[in-house]
């Protein structure tokens, strides 16, 4: 007695991820329409599956030399924040346990905000140890923008549960006794550094939605500090706020114009 098609849905849905080819084959000989449709589709995840497969693959390629060459605790570490008007700098520091996936784990940036935050929570329930730092804006004032983002970067690999004996860093060094690899566009490439640039962006985004609740007019909860066309109109409506780069144009202009802080 052959299944029904519900029956087969079911029956794929709730076998083991190997065993849907073979069970796939059967069900190709199956004339009915639902039958080929059924194996359409799983056919399409499966592809999609293989090809997610073989891209976190080559983001561990950094990871899985270093731990060929003896490296135990490999930490990726990035930062996002440096082109914002206000708001601080944040970066993260991740250890993810050895030959660690994540389907979809990539570059922050190229996430929905949704994807990124249950990203999020995976990434932190899984690492080995992961910490964040904030450099606030007056600290950036005080050294500029790439050395604060240097200072969260050393900060944040220093707070880690465990000390790595590796460091892949998005295209940056840190002044620290630890063997590390500065790798340009690091977020595309490694997935501890991806791994880092998601939990440093959902830390700096929900760290923003709290400010939006202090300064509501400049509307924080949509730029996220970034020089929108809102945010400057607010700018110049009602002035820089505590929060505000004072070393960044146009809010350094503003001030000297209006000469408040």
């Known amino acids: 007695m052959r299944l029904s098609i519900k029956e087969w849905e079911q029956k794929l ?7 849907i080819p073979d069970l796939l084959k059967v069900l190709s000989d199956d004339e009915r329409q639902g039958a080929k449709k059924i194996v359409e589709t799983y ?7 293989e090809a997610e497969q073989k891209r976190l693959e080559v983001m561990s390629i950094y990871e899985t030399t270093c731990y060929k ?8 570490v990035d930062e996002v924040g440096r082109g914002p008007l206000a708001g601080p700098v944040v970066a993260a520091a991740v250890i993810l346990p050895k030959d660690y996936k994540l389907t979809g784990v990539n570059d922050s940036k190229k996430l929905s905000e949704k994807k990124r935050e249950a990203l999020y929570d995976v990434i932190v329930r899984d690492a080995i140890s992961y910490s964040v730092n904030l450099v606030q804006p007056e600290k950036i004032d005080e050294i500029n923008i790439y050395q604060a983002s240097k200072f969260a970067m050393t900060e ?23 063997d590390q690899l500065k790798i340009i566009k690091g977020d595309e490439k490694s997935i501890s550094i991806a791994a880092a640039s998601i939990v440093a962006k959902v830390t700096r985004d929900r760290y923003m939605m709290k400010l939006d609740e202090r300064y509501p007019e400049f ?3 949509s730029n996220m500090g970034y020089g929108t066309k809102e945010h400057l109109e607010a700018l110049k409506k009602f002035g820089p706020t505590s929060i505000h780069r004072k070393s960044f144009s146009p809010v350094g202009e503003l001030i000297q114009i209006t000469g408040s802080e």
Do not use: H, W
Request: overall charge negative; glycine content about 6%.
């Open 43 to 49: 056919t399409k995840r499966l592809a999609l599956a």
């Open 13 to 19: 849905k709730n076998c083991e991820q190997a065993d």
């Open 219 to 221: 509307g924080f909860k």
């Open 69 to 76: 060459n003896g490296k135990s605790l490999i930490a990726g």
């Open 156 to 178: 944040a690999v220093c707070s880690l549960d465990v000390m790595p004996d590796q460091l892949l860093i998005d295209a940056m060094e840190v002044s620290l006794a630890i």
